[in-house]
């Protein structure tokens, strides 16, 4: 049967998979990565806004603002543990397990963010408490994000992997949006004093909620198919990251290269870093908290969009092209940011953050179909994961500290444009470095074919 016919499909596998199974693959995958980034955005935009003050207040005022950003820096030191992990765990066991477990201890430290004394009440306990749930949740991204993709591209055709493959990273900026917008209504309800001594903590606390929802939703999805045969079969390997690193490591940093040029930009919404900027009370721009929220809010509806129509046309042009027309618009939209951003207009600011999202969702969009493609079955839960893990601490793990710290060094926001504009050119070369691998087979019956290096002058792995 075609696989672009309606009614069941044939999966990578060969077995059947009906479209009732599809949709509730790709629903599961929105909703548990959207509920996993809501946790991850909320303590981001956190730390721009409240946590210098809150946790950190004793290092003076400068200071005590990139230590807060740093925080957000750290948990993506722990993403390879998490990746590392979960590559193990889901190599060997399945890829809903370990998506099961993510989902849950990112949302108890998400939640206990939110009941924490300050460093007012409980003194130096408070950040070093505040940095231990930080890292439980760098933990659980390394391992959610490469399980989420799994089961989206696992199951889908293979002509319509880019766009099934888009469903759990259109998560991400819904997340963003929940998060922002959580946070902009907070700051309306309970604003100014209120919003520091209270307000922040209600979004965290609401992750309660959203873990019951992911967690009911994840239950009644099925194991991917290309695990399940591996399994049956009983071909799980032993060692699946001592086997990665061992044949595939060169394609691992190649991978990572190309999301660190996406991660490091898109981390100046975020990591918080344009919300501190914008609303620093001392800073040169000094809007309000709310109308910023708002923007960054607007902003993230058009990333999900342009998230959603790259996933579509890797499917049609393939994935590297839609990359290379990626990157371009992206690095337009680095040029364009902070003098936009800057004019103090909150249109102006708004246009910024909407332009950079074009860039940002062609290049996020394939990258779930892209990286499935580029590993073999037998380590490709290991291979995404750690690729991914790794690109997020070149790129995005301490875009905002970096930025912030160029920013009073120099006086000017022109140093961060040139450092984004050197993390694009990063992922565009990673890019060229890679053939395109749109519609290979992922089953374990292609392992030979798949193991062959898709790095330009490299036969094999």
Same mark, same amino acid.
Request: no cysteine.
């Given at each position: 049967m075609s696989t672009s016919q309606p009614g069941p499909a044939l999966t990578p596998t060969g077995t059947i998979s009906s479209a009732t199974d599809r949709r509730r693959v790709v629903f599961a995958t929105v909703v548990g990565t959207t509920v996993e980034w809501y946790d991850f955005f909320i303590y981001a935009f956190a730390?721009?806004?409240?946590?210098? /003050? *809150?946790?950190?207040?004793?290092?003076?005022? /400068?200071? +005590? /603002?990139? *230590?807060?950003?740093?925080?957000v820096g750290i948990s993506f030191l722990f993403r390879p543990l998490g990746a590392f992990l979960a590559g193990h765990f889901g190599d060997k066991y399945g890829r809903r397990v370990v998506l099961m477990w993510t989902l849950i201890l990112m949302g108890a430290a998400t939640t206990l963010v939110g009941l924490l004394p300050t460093y007012a009440a409980i003194g130096i306990a408070a950040p070093i408490l505040l940095i231990f749930l930080r890292i439980l949740q760098g933990i659980s991204a390394g391992g959610e994000w490469?399980?989420? #993709?799994?089961? +989206? @591209? &696992?199951?889908?055709?293979?002509?319509?992997?880019?766009?099934?493959?888009?469903?759990?990273?259109?998560?991400?900026?819904?997340?963003?949006? $929940?998060?922002?917008?959580?946070?902009?209504?907070?700051?309306?309800?309970?604003?100014?004093?209120?919003?520091?001594?209270?307000?922040?903590?209600?979004?965290?606390?609401?992750? @309660?909620? *959203?873990?019951?929802?992911?967690?009911?939703?994840?239950?009644? @999805? &099925?194991?991917?198919?290309?695990?399940?045969?591996?399994?049956q079969r009983k071909e799980q390997t032993r060692m699946p990251v001592v086997q990665l690193f061992r044949k595939h490591a060169l394609l691992v940093f190649v991978a990572a290269l190309v999301f660190a040029g996406n991660n490091a930009v898109g981390y100046m919404t975020t990591g918080g870093y344009i919300q501190r900027y914008a609303t620093d009370p001392e800073g040169a721009l000094r809007l309000e908290t709310a109308p910023v929220l708002g923007a960054v809010s607007i902003a993230a509806v058009s990333w999900l969009v342009f998230t959603w129509v790259g996933g579509w046309l890797s499917d049609l042009i393939g994935r590297r092209t839609t990359y290379i027309?990626?990157?371009?618009?992206?690095?337009?939209?680095? $040029? +364009?940011?902070?003098? *936009?951003?800057n004019t103090a207009d909150m249109w102006l600011l708004t246009l910024g953050l909407v332009l950079l999202t074009v860039g940002l969702g062609f290049t996020y969009g394939p990258q779930a179909a892209l990286y499935t493609e580029l590993f073999p079955a037998s380590v490709r839960?290991?291979? #995404?994961?750690?690729?991914?893990?790794?690109?997020?601490? $070149?790129?995005? +793990?301490?875009?905002?500290?970096?930025?912030?710290? $160029?920013?009073?060094?120099?006086?000017?926001?022109d140093s961060v444009t040139w450092y984004l504009s050197g993390m694009v050119m990063l992922g565009l070369i990673g890019t060229l470095l890679l053939r395109d691998r749109s519609g290979i087979p992922l089953g374990p019956d292609h392992e030979a074919e798949q193991s062959l290096s898709p790095i330009y002058g490299l036969s094999k792995a």
């Open positions: 730390a721009g806004l409240v946590f210098a /003050q *809150l946790f950190f207040a004793p290092a003076g005022a /400068q200071f +005590a /603002q990139i *230590l807060s950003f740093i925080t490469g399980g989420a #993709v799994l089961m +989206a @591209v &696992e199951h889908a055709p293979k002509t319509r992997r880019g766009l099934f493959g888009a469903s759990p990273q259109i998560g991400v900026p819904i997340g963003m949006l $929940l998060a922002s917008g959580a946070m902009a209504i907070m700051a309306v309800i309970a604003p100014g004093d209120a919003f520091l001594e209270w307000g922040w903590r209600v979004p965290f606390l609401f992750s @309660v909620v *959203l873990i019951f929802v992911g967690y009911y939703v994840r239950r009644r @999805v &099925e194991e991917s198919p290309v695990f399940t045969e591996i399994a027309i990626g990157w371009i618009a992206l690095l337009a939209g680095v $040029l +364009a940011l902070f003098p *936009l951003v839960f290991s291979g #995404v994961s750690i690729s991914y893990a790794i690109g997020a601490i $070149l790129g995005g +793990a301490f875009a905002p500290t970096i930025a912030q710290a $160029l920013v009073q060094a120099t006086g000017s926001t």
